[in-house]
């Protein structure tokens, strides 16, 4: 394969440089070339570090490493704050090649949550602008450098800089087998404790003051080995169904995962998203899987459960977009172990409005929050005995242009060395009974334990 060029990335720099003197302020570049060689997966299995991302519908996959350019913000704004510090970056961006600069991170569950000590490398919204990307799409598969140059840079010595960078990237070997990774501790709140939380929510409910909330579960593992979030994510890969795949790393911690729910993307000025709440398992045989299906379909509790998530997600982004439309009755999403109700929606986002917005608007949805959405979280707050971290909160990409993609980073995991967390979580309503509600959360974990190829 023909990699970069020395002379061409120098020469984008050296134009940098001086429209940085001339502005006072940094500029980014992005110099962007078909790359056919190159397989994201197989680069990031290799390397372990930085950003994957595989989505479907449409079908994109991204591999990050490095970062040349950070962007962080606390608060109920923080979002807006991102979206304004990366506007601004890239209102002189210098692009030699079809590809915009693209911004990958993440943000947390809920900021007003006291931080566990597992989750300090993962702030409350962190994205990073990867020095190398290797993205595949219906257009092939493409290389970019994307670099912030100062006034006072040498483009010569950046453009080196880049290379060996680059060549770095490829030098590493792809991974071993990796052998299944013995639990010498398992750890998670007594079943019937968590069921009394249950419980507890049917009761609120039962007063008025809840329609639903999502109670979640952690799940600690002491490992006598550290996991590989490469070979994990090639498990993923080839188990993922109709998943979108995550991974992003901060230091030795590994945030992963493969999730069945988009938050919100957004191309050429469309929202897409997709409300996705009710759950039945999957069936042994076609027959029993279907009869499920039938039987979830038909089910008012899981219907009323997901009317709830569909009005919602339509009334929030009812003020920054039009011609909201909404299918008039869900479908079926099936995944490995689980299935779900699911209703598409789309939209037009008006001008003046971002998707950054948008995600900020939508999260969190009843179908990881709850409605009211104060009184879930509150609700949450103080009976849930863990900090869900990113767990459950928005993870995606966003480029110069405006376009990107958010998921709800769920069935997923925190890996750090010799220990890992799962989580799961599930939707209670009126009707709803603890012990079938805790037996969801035992299948929606099975998934991510069976691709951890955790070993007791």
């Known amino acids: ?18 429209q940085a003197a001339r502005h006072g ?45 950070q962007a962080q913000a606390t608060g109920n704004q923080r979002l807006t704050e991102i979206n304004r510090q990366w506007s601004e970056l890239c209102s002189d961006a210098l692009i030699d090649g079809p590809n915009p600069p693209i911004l990958l991170g993440g943000i947390r569950f809920d900021q007003q949550r006291t931080m566990a000590a597992h989750w300090t490398a993962f702030s409350d919204a962190s994205f990073h602008l990867a020095h190398w990307l290797v993205s595949e799409n219906h257009s092939g ?53 968590w069921q009394a939380n249950v419980e507890r929510a049917l009761q609120a409910i039962g007063r008025g003051d809840l329609s639903k909330v999502v109670l979640a579960r952690q799940v600690r593992y002491q490992l006598q080995a550290s996991l590989d979030s490469g ?29 069945p729910e988009r938050l919100l993307s957004c191309q050429d000025g469309y929202l897409t998203t997709h409300a996705l709440a009710g759950s039945a398992p999957r069936g042994l045989t076609p027959d029993e899987d279907q009869a499920l ?8 509790k899981e219907q009323h459960e997901h009317r709830l998530v569909v009005e919602t ?45 948008g995600v900020q608007a939508l999260h969190p949805t009843p179908a990881v929050g709850g409605l009211p959405s104060a009184t879930a979280m509150s609700f949450i707050r103080h009976h849930e005995d ?41 939707g209670i309503v009126a009707g709803s009974v603890p012990a079938s509600e805790y037996r969801e959360t035992e299948i929606k974990l099975a998934s991510m334990e069976q691709a951890l190829l955790l070993r007791w």
């Open 1 to 18: 394969m023909k990699g970069p060029e020395f002379s061409a990335l120098r020469t984008l720099f050296e134009e940098a440089r001086r």
């Open 25 to 69: 302020r940094p500029i980014v570049t992005v110099s962007s070339s078909p790359a056919p060689d190159l397989n994201p997966l197989q680069l990031y299995a290799a390397n372990r570090q930085g950003f994957f991302w595989c989505s479907r519908h449409p079908d994109l996959t991204l591999f990050g490493l490095g970062s040349q350019w």
């Open 141 to 193: 598969r493409w290389l970019s450098c994307q670099r912030t140059i100062e006034a006072s840079d040498d483009p010569a010595a950046l453009a080196r800089d880049s290379l060996a960078a680059y060549e770095r990237m490829l030098d590493n070997p792809p991974p071993a087998a990796a052998p299944a990774a013995h639990v010498i501790e398992r750890s998670a709140l007594p079943a019937v404790q």
């Open 231 to 259: 070979a994990v994510m090639c498990r993923l890969h080839d188990q993922r169904s109709q998943s979108h795949l995550f991974a992003m790393h901060r230091g030795d911690n590994c945030f992963l995962g493969a999730t």
């Open 293 to 300: 299906g039938d039987r979830l379909l038909a089910d008012r």
């Open 313 to 357: 997600i339509a009334q929030r982004l009812g003020d920054m977009a039009s011609e909201v439309q909404a299918a008039a009755r869900p479908s079926l999403l099936k995944l490995a172990t689980v299935q779900h109700l699911s209703t598409p929606i789309r939209a037009r986002l008006k001008e003046g409005y971002s998707l950054l917005e």
């Open 386 to 426: 863990f900090d869900r971290g990113w767990y459950a909160a928005p993870v995606g990409w966003l480029d110069s242009e405006g376009n990107g993609d958010f998921l709800v980073a769920l069935r997923s995991a925190l890996l750090a060395p010799r220990h890992c967390h799962l989580f799961a979580g599930c």
